[in-house]
């Protein structure tokens, strides 16, 4: 058990689909994240949730909407993207406050996206 | 903003032999933290190791060691006594020392394969 779940593991959809990504922690964790992984490309940060506020939205198409109702729970609303929007998707969470030191990233195992 | 830069896009060892991955970064700043990341097969991105800049002591686990050298701003990985399980995508990444969030910048990426 990773800590970090992603539901769906493979996610096909076409270009007018709606659809969302689903990340959970029971880590006790109160930063939330969401990183596109690209063939031969650095990992990119979309959007970082700390303490349930958005405080970080890398200029992110408005393609993708990310919701975090809670601490523990961090979605990614998808709709109308393009083939290259096609990725995996990982989530990770971690503890932040200065007591934690270097604040460590947790990762799940990632949604892989196929849009047509 | 900061980058980090890994050169070797694939690397290859022998069972029981020593490999160096490499990885550089730039940023103006005196304090942050580098990590190596790991990710196998199953997606899941894995802490390998990681270094607080202002510890001149290498940072050490078990078979897997860093060779930080803060001027030069490298930060190498070896990995003593390969395992077939090290094979792997092996990312360097890096972090501010401060912020609200654990926001890592990441290189793309080095696969690491481990021959018998």
């Known amino acids: 058990e990773t800590g970090v779940t992603q539901t769906p593991r493979h996610l096909v959809m076409g270009m007018t689909n709606k659809k969302s990504l689903k990340c959970e922690q029971h880590l006790g964790h109160n930063a939330m994240y969401w990183y596109k992984q690209s063939a031969k490309k650095p990992l990119e940060l979309m959007f970082v949730?700390?303490?349930?506020?958005?405080?970080e939205n890398n200029s992110v198409p408005s393609r993708f909407s990310p919701e975090c109702p809670n601490s523990s729970h961090l979605f990614l609303h998808l709709h109308t993207l393009q083939p290259e929007d096609s990725a995996l998707y990982l989530c990770a969470s971690s503890k932040q406050g200065a007591l934690y030191g270097a604040n460590v990233l947790t990762f799940g195992a990632g949604s892989r996206l196929t849009v047509l | 903003a900061q980058t980090v830069t890994q050169s070797q896009p694939e690397m290859s060892v022998q069972e029981a032999e020593t490999v160096t991955l490499s990885c550089t970064y730039d940023?103006?700043?005196?304090?942050?933290?580098l990590f190596w990341y790991k990710q196998p097969p199953s997606r899941q991105m894995i802490l390998v190791i990681r270094q607080e800049a202002y510890k001149q002591q290498n940072a050490t686990e078990n078979r897997f060691s860093v060779n930080f050298q803060k001027a030069a701003k490298s930060f190498s990985l070896k990995i003593s006594d390969s395992q077939l399980g090290d094979a792997a995508m092996y990312f360097c990444?890096?972090?501010?020392?401060?912020?609200?969030?654990?926001?890592?910048?990441f290189g793309t990426g080095t696969r690491l394969q481990v021959t018998l």
């Open positions: 990444a890096y972090r501010r020392y401060t912020g609200t969030a654990s926001k890592l910048t």
């Open positions: 940023t103006s700043e005196s304090d942050y933290y």
């Open positions: 949730y700390s303490l349930e506020e958005r405080v």
